[in-house]
T-cell receptor, first 114, second 115 residues
Framework: DQQVKQNSPSLSVQEGRISILNCDYT??????FLWYKKYPAEGPTFLIS?????DKNEDGRFTVFLNKSAKHLSLHIVPSQPGDSAVYFC?????????????FGKGTMLLVSP | EAGVAQSPRYKIIEKRQSVAFWCNPI?????LYWYQQILGQGPKLLIQ????????DSQLPKDRFSAERLKGVDSTLKIQPAKLEDSAVYLC?????????????FGQGTRLTVV
């Protein structure tokens, strides 16, 4: 049972346009959501996060929106740049028994063309 | 600040052989994770340590996989015997704390191919 779902395996966007990556989750106990970016042959790197008590968090070109009622979050990249081409993983964290576990989606490959 | 170090970067073994991976987390990080990432999938948690204690190993195939964290610092993950379906990238990560707000830092991973 996949608790974090990224239903779009890939996304192609032109440089300068907006990239929107989507993520859905099923477990209402998740209280923190993170986006990781992964280049080939490297480990994932943290990009941006949002607490379940907020509905928006912004960091430069990156904004994450959270809709708790819909159990949906999205990552907006504006403007998109060719260097943003990578696999983006949505991850969710829920605290249980005094610790948090991190559950990842399958990822969305973003390709930004010049 | 040094990142999470993993070795080896690549490993090819025959099925039924054994293999071990090593991870050195960021200094001072209490939480250490081992993830398995099969091609086309997201990372799947195998085991999570807080200091040198295991807090979650529910998805670790304990009949063939084992892991330990020595003195709450370095960690090794072992597979014995390996199966073809164990071919994957094994990622080690560490975080300062153990709440969701504590960002996890990943190593480059070890790509295992079982033939």
């Amino acid at each position: 049972d996949q608790q974090v779902k990224q239903n779009s395996p890939s996304l192609s966007v032109q440089e300068g346009r907006i990239s929107i990556l989507n993520c859905d989750y099923t477990n209402s106990m998740f209280d923190y959501f993170l986006w990781y970016k992964k280049y080939p042959a490297e480990g994932p790197t943290f990009l941006i996060s949002i607490s379940s008590i907020k509905d928006k968090n912004e960091d430069g070109r990156f904004t994450v929106f959270l809709n708790k009622s819909a159990k949906h979050l999205s990552l907006h990249i504006v403007p998109s740049q060719p260097g943003d081409s990578a696999v983006y993983f949505c991850a969710a964290s829920g605290t249980a028994w005094g610790y948090s576990t991190l559950t990842f989606g399958k990822g969305t490959m973003l390709l930004v063309s010049p | 600040e040094a990142g999470v170090a993993q070795s080896p970067r690549y490993k090819i073994i025959e099925k039924r052989q054994s293999v071990a991976f090593w991870c050195n987390p960021i200094s001072g990080h209490a939480t250490l994770y081992w993830y398995q990432q099969i091609l086309g999938q997201g990372p799947k948690l195998l085991i999570q340590f807080q200091n040198n204690g295991v807090v979650d190993d529910s998805q670790l195939p304990k009949d063939r996989f084992s892991a330990e964290r020595l003195k709450g610092v370095d960690s090794t993950l072992k597979i014995q015997p390996a199966k073809l379906e164990d071919s994957a990238v094994y990622l080690c990560a560490s975080s300062l704390g153990f709440s969701g707000a504590s960002e996890a830092f990943f190593g480059q991973g070890t790509r295992l191919t079982v033939v």
